[in-house]
């Protein structure tokens, strides 16, 4: 077998050993240029490595984290009866008023899709709050909402509306202008109907994958104490501040059509 040494190699002729010609040794000498070059190049491929990295840590498949104050809020949803217009199994209220986003509404029906928030009493609603994530659920998004709100379904009147392109994360329906409350931004409302219009490409069924509802936190001293109440809840609904001095609030009004009956 040829056998290869520093100074160059020796080849198998005729069952004799003769020397060949001399090659260039295996191993070359580094200039200290060429290792400075060679460092310089490690440096750039490691802060490309630290760019790729930051790309990772900015892609919208990062989770966003929700910086809503909630300070003087409280959350009235419990407050409220929800109904959808239709659902898939397991994707229903449930999935939709869960706490973990990774659950949704899926509607399982024609468009328009429809979700009733009925309170049972009037409401004074601050926040209107809403869970997309368009990366996830691409044609479920929703592109187009309009939110009504009312007495009854018979007075529903809209006070909202809402287009979107890639929606991803918690969204807050504009209350500027309803009229309640000392700075008129303040939803008084026995019911708060949300109405999915549109859904991207075109989409029949949609995603809704979170919605809140806030209303003022209001003083302890002035809720009235009923089975909802543990945590001041119905403290939070239209007029229900009992009178000052702390005392026992006025009887309703008989209605006047009561009195009038006539027997015939």
């Given amino acids: 077998m040829p056998r290869a040494n520093r100074g160059g190699t020796r080849a198998m002729q005729g069952g004799r050993i003769s020397a060949s010609e001399d090659l260039p040794p295996l191993a070359e000498e580094f200039?200290?240029?060429?290792?400075?070059?060679?460092?310089?190049?490690?440096?750039?491929?490691?802060?490309?490595?630290?760019?790729?990295?930051?790309?990772?840590?900015?892609?919208?498949?990062?989770?966003?984290?929700?910086?809503?104050?909630?300070?003087?809020?409280?959350?009235?949803g419990n407050l409220a009866s929800w109904r959808v217009s239709t659902f898939k199994p397991g994707c229903g209220v449930d999935a939709l008023r869960d706490e973990d986003t990774k659950l949704f509404w899926q509607s399982d029906g024609p468009q328009p899709h429809i979700l009733n928030i009925h309170f049972i009493k009037m409401v004074n609603i601050r926040h209107i709050r809403i869970y997309l994530d368009f990366s996830l659920d691409e044609s479920y998004t929703p592109?187009?909402?309009?939110?009504?709100?009312?007495?009854?379904?018979?007075?529903?009147?809209?006070?909202?509306?809402?287009?979107?392109?890639?929606?991803?994360?918690?969204?807050?329906?504009?209350?500027?202008?309803?009229?309640?409350?000392?700075?008129?931004?303040?939803?008084?409302?026995?019911?708060?109907?949300?109405?999915?219009?549109?859904?991207?490409?075109?989409?029949?069924?949609?995603?809704?994958?979170?919605?809140?509802?806030?209303?003022?936190?209001?003083?302890g001293s002035g809720q009235r104490t009923t089975r909802?109440?543990?945590?001041?809840?119905?403290?939070?609904?239209?007029?229900?501040?009992?009178?000052?001095?702390?005392?026992?609030?006025?009887?309703?009004?008989?209605?006047?059509?009561?009195?009038?009956l006539v027997i015939r």
């Fill in 31 to 76: 200039s200290a240029d060429d290792i400075a070059d060679a460092d310089a190049r490690a440096d750039d491929y490691g802060e490309m490595d630290d760019d790729d990295d930051n790309e990772d840590a900015d892609s919208p498949e990062t989770d966003q984290v929700d910086t809503f104050d909630t300070t003087g809020l409280r959350d009235i």
């Fill in 143 to 219: 592109t187009r909402i309009q939110f009504l709100a009312g007495t009854g379904y018979h007075d529903l009147i809209d006070f909202a509306e809402l287009s979107f392109e890639q929606p991803k994360g918690w969204i807050e329906v504009d209350l500027t202008g309803v009229g309640g409350g000392p700075d008129g931004n303040t939803l008084r409302a026995f019911i708060v109907q949300m109405k999915v219009l549109e859904n991207h490409q075109n989409g029949k069924d949609t995603h809704v994958r979170g919605v809140k509802i806030y209303a003022a936190e209001t003083a």
């Fill in 228 to 260: 909802n109440s543990a945590e001041g809840g119905l403290g939070l609904l239209a007029d229900e501040a009992e009178p000052d001095g702390g005392g026992a609030a006025a009887p309703p009004e008989e209605p006047s059509w009561s009195t009038n």
